[in-house]
């Protein structure tokens, strides 16, 4: 649909088109009547943009605006279009029905702790498999490409089977553990230290500082943005993880946001706005930090797709 | 070597033992709380079981659907933020890439709400215009065109911004020398701007590709994998028969299909790529 705009057959050679560098159409002097005409041309893109600015938007208003409402109002004629007064009534059920302020220390402690772990576990391989060279080296970084490859799914049943025999199960180690080792984030990191000098390593080590202090005083802090990208894309992984958590954990006073969230869902009577205001609150955390680090944001959930 | 051995200790215990201890599980059956070892049983019930054509089937319209029309969608957006004469252009794609910042189940959840049959926000906004209430989740058809609608409505901005950023990679001399030559803007288009796109296509399309062979967080929290199968993935009845049923065996042969399949796909894509070089 968006085809048709974007590639209209162009009235005149002049007329706007792609590229960065494309000879401009603002040229000074032009005159009032070609602008008009390059307006009009224009708006149909503005109109499918904003167009496709507002759905992606609605959702996230409906959120809002449903949980400030009784649940009865969500599906009354007419919708609501404004908050209503009903917010501290829909957090206190949330509260009740699911102890959403302890699911949500769970969440935020696992996918910090979790975080934690996994970034320094990628920042060390990483290192390690950019700039030493060791007998075995190649093994291990196939065998990582590899691990990208292979879909984690397979990995359910018998990881299921290993937390219950360590009984483990409903713990919060058998949550993150078993995820702490990221073949993406080690790929990432090591792509970013592959650049880094060895001259400047050398040197560190003359100076007489141990591996482990070059590491972390030389190497790590050029490194910045990309492990910046790094948490980031470790933290949202495990702030969105589902259906680990909800195998693993069966006590409502351990569960993380998703898994809380479904068993709401599965209740005889649905208290759908205090689902909406769950939602909402499970997505302020992640819509802050893409707010605040909307660069390191994106280059980490692309993954080292696109660079820069 | 030391820096990587962490790494190395947590995926031999947490990925190539459980790995190998899946494969070797897909050969096994229980039954009775005894344990046997049955060959390819559990393969050949692969191919005897309707679910798991139907799971599949369901994954193809995902394929065939969902990812062109959001691979359409995200290349004519991208194509429009590209424009030089685009203001408000940073507004315009913080937007559009909003909705890949919400967590899975919260989305799910909220399309779930929205679609409601008796006065769901989307039949009350349908009725505006006169249209009869649709009953969205539990309609085969209507389920379907649900799930691919919350899928598109999540990661068309994600692979919009891949694909703007590949847009932005292209020379600018291309286009000139493209327009010295007398190309109108649909030549550049087709000639020009899909080709120089290719790889990021290639990667953007494989990956919604293996995310659609895996979907199971939309589903099972819009539908369940309902109504009669419609929307029921390979990982989601994988899940089932693992975790519902206990059949450990044949969950692990699933997801062995699921491993040859993904396979698959990245040689295609490896395929795809080789080629153009």
Redesign the interface.
Known sequence: MTHTVATRPAPSENSAAPGPAWPTDDAPGASLAPRLLRGIRHLPVYLVLVAGSVVSLIPFLWMIIASTHQTSDLFGTPLPVLPGGELLENLARLQAETNFGRVMVNSLGLAVVYTVFSSAVSMMAGYGLAKFRFRGRGVVLGLILVTMMIPMQVLLVPLFQMMASLGWIDSYQAVILPFVASAFGIFLMRQSFLDFPDSLIESARIDGANEFRTFYRIVLPVARPQIAALVIYTFMTQWNAFIWPLLMLNTEDKYTVPVALNTMIGLSRVDYSGLMLGSLIATLPLLILFLVFQRQFIAGLLGGAVKG | ????????V??AI??????V??FW?SLTATSGGVTRFVGLDQYARLFADPLIGTSLFNAGILLVVQVPLMM??AV??A????????KFKGG?R??????????????S??????L?T????VN?LIGLVGIAPVDWLNHETWARVALIASIT?RWT??NM??IL????A?P?EL??AA?MDGA???T??SRI?IPQLRP?LL?TGITST?GAL?L??EN??LTGGGPSDATLTP?LY??KV??RQFD?GY??AI??L??AL??LI?FVQFRLTREKL
Request: proline share 3%; aromatic share 24%.
């Open positions: 070597m030391y820096f990587a051995l962490p790494a190395i947590l995926f947490f990925f190539a033992y459980p790995l201890a899946s599980q359409a969608l004519g957006l194509y429009l933020l590209n424009q030089g004469w685009l315009f913080v937007l559009h890439f909003l909705p890949a910042v919400t967590t899975l189940v919260a989305y959840v909220v399309f779930r709400v929205m409601a008796d006065g769901g926000a009350q409505w901005g994600y911004v891949i950023a590949g847009l932005q292209i600018a286009y000139e327009r109108g803007r649909w550049i288009f701007v990021v990667f293996i895996q199971f967080d099972f929290i990982v994988l899940y693992g975790f450990f969950a692990s997801a062995w699921l491993v993904t396979a990245a």
